[in-house]
């Protein structure tokens, strides 16, 4: 069931990627730090799919400010992992993102993150507002 006092989000995109021998740690599970690389290849793919141009030679860019991951379930290798992109509704120059990560072939959730993603211009390190068909996609 959805919680209540969660903010509205969309779905926007959904990942597959394929966990690799070396995603896991000594204790034979991912490392936790690889959920954040998971969210991001997801978080670029959409930007991606979206017509943006993710490159440091892009005039501008998304950059996230702060991320976090709650870790349900290990993730053991092998095993495909689809991670599900939301956003919430944009701001001037930001908007916020949420994940959710499921393995193939078993409908538990097992972890969900969250991101703040802020558009900026990288020749100057400052927010920029986000590009107006950005703002359509997660509206």
């Known amino acids: 069931m959805a919680n209540p006092d969660a903010p509205p989000r969309r779905l ?9 021998w070396g995603d896991m740690d000594f204790y034979g599970h991912v490392n936790n730090t690889v959920y954040f690389r998971y969210f991001e290849q997801a978080r670029v793919e959409w930007l991606e799919q979206a017509g ?8 501008t ?8 991951c709650t870790f349900l379930i290990p993730v053991n290798y092998p095993a495909t992992v689809r991670v599900m992109v939301y ?3 944009a701001g001037r120059s930001s908007v916020m993102t949420w994940y959710e990560l499921f ?18 211009d990288p020749r100057t390190g400052k927010s920029v507002p986000i590009p107006d068909a950005l703002r359509h996609a997660v509206s």
Do not use: C
């Open 52 to 59: 943006f141009v993710v490159s440091p030679e892009a005039d």
């Open 103 to 120: 393995v193939e072939g078993d409908e538990r959730l097992f972890a969900e993150g969250a991101a703040k993603v802020v558009w900026m």
């Open 87 to 89: 956003a919430g509704e």
């Open 12 to 20: 926007l995109h959904t990942s597959r990627q394929i966990v690799r």
């Open 61 to 68: 860019g998304a950059v996230i400010i702060n991320a976090s």
